[in-house]
């Protein structure tokens, strides 16, 4: 398991939930994944699931990315 993988599932298991929402991928793919925002640790984390509408990345394949948030 990659360390992205293995971050994303704890910050799943134990993050705080701050909001949801579709996601696009391009200005001509919409709802390509459904995003997630947590809270987890001081730090905002976004988790995408993509899915089969993403035309750069794998159905159920996820992304992460730390917010900068003030």
């Given amino acids: 398991m990659k360390i992205n993988d293995e971050l994303i ?9 701050l909001s949801n929402y579709q996601v ?10 459904d995003a997630v925002q947590y809270s987890y ?3 905002v984390y976004e988790i995408i699931t993509w899915n089969q509408c993403a ?3 794998e159905p159920e394949s996820k ?3 730390e917010l900068d948030i003030d």
């Fill in 9 to 17: 599932d704890e910050i799943e298991e134990y993050g705080d939930e």
């Fill in 55 to 57: 035309d750069e990345h």
């Fill in 63 to 65: 992304t992460i990315s």
């Fill in 24 to 33: 696009d991928e391009s200005q001509t793919i919409s709802n390509a994944g």
């Fill in 41 to 43: 640790k001081g730090k």
